[in-house]
């Protein structure tokens, strides 16, 4: 796959000693089974990760044979999306004052970039080069992403999405990312420390 690889920048609120990881899914709900389920369709209804899924479903012997009236555990990670839509609102919000096009909320990169925050804290690391995943461009080309172009923002430190969006609009070259004109998708992914930091990822592309 040919794509433009856009540089990419980062934005230190604080200095953090140490990070413990936290799992930010709270197990909770439940769905039934339908004629013609799959766990793919399952995890599309709520936007959620077949991997999660899965993990969620210990007592699930095969997944890929899931029977009418099964029940399936739906980890509950609602407070983590509403803290990301909130970042993608306020992107679309800053866009907006300066005639772009609104970017597309991506469940799917918003679970890429959720990955990448949760990552940064598992590994100790803060860099958008992953050791877990490569870079950016790799991970999003993992996870199925197809896109031409794409660049990614992070930060750690900052209690809120105004707060963040605010540290990266006050860096010319987050900013430059926020409102590039390439882009027509984003994804946001939030993960917090043991210790209650918050780690950011947004993720910019241009779909196919």
């Known amino acids: 796959m040919k794509f433009k690889k856009t540089i990419v920048i980062f934005l230190i609120a604080v200095l953090v000693a140490a990070v413990l990881p936290l799992n930010a899914l709270a197990q909770s709900g439940t769905y039934t ?30 997944p890929n044979m899931i029977r009418v009236g099964q029940r399936i555990t739906i980890p509950s990670i609602d407070n983590v999306k509403t803290l990301e839509q909130q970042v993608i609102e306020l992107v679309n919000k800053e866009r907006a004052k300066n005639g772009l096009q609104q970017l597309k909320s991506n469940w ?31 991970m999003m080309q993992s996870f199925g992403i197809r896109f031409s172009n794409g660049g990614e923002n992070i930060a750690y430190g900052q209690r809120s999405p105004q707060e963040v969006m605010n540290s990266w609009m006050n860096s010319p070259g987050h900013g430059a990312n926020i ?23 947004q993720m910019f592309i241009k779909a196919y």
């Not at 918003?110 to 949760?118: E, F, H, I, L, T």
């Open 179 to 201: 409102l590039s004109a390439t882009y027509n998708q984003m994804g946001c992914g939030v993960a917090k420390t043991s210790g209650g930091t918050y780690y950011w990822t």
């Open 33 to 62: 089974v339908r004629s013609g389920d799959t766990m793919w369709k399952i995890a599309v209804r709520y936007q959620i990760g077949v991997t999660e899924l899965i993990k969620a479903n210990p007592q699930l012997g095969n």
């Open 108 to 138: 799917e990169l918003c679970r890429v970039a959720r990955y990448k925050s949760q990552d940064m804290i598992d590994k100790r690391y803060f860099a958008h080069q992953s050791p877990t995943y490569g870079s950016p461009f790799t």
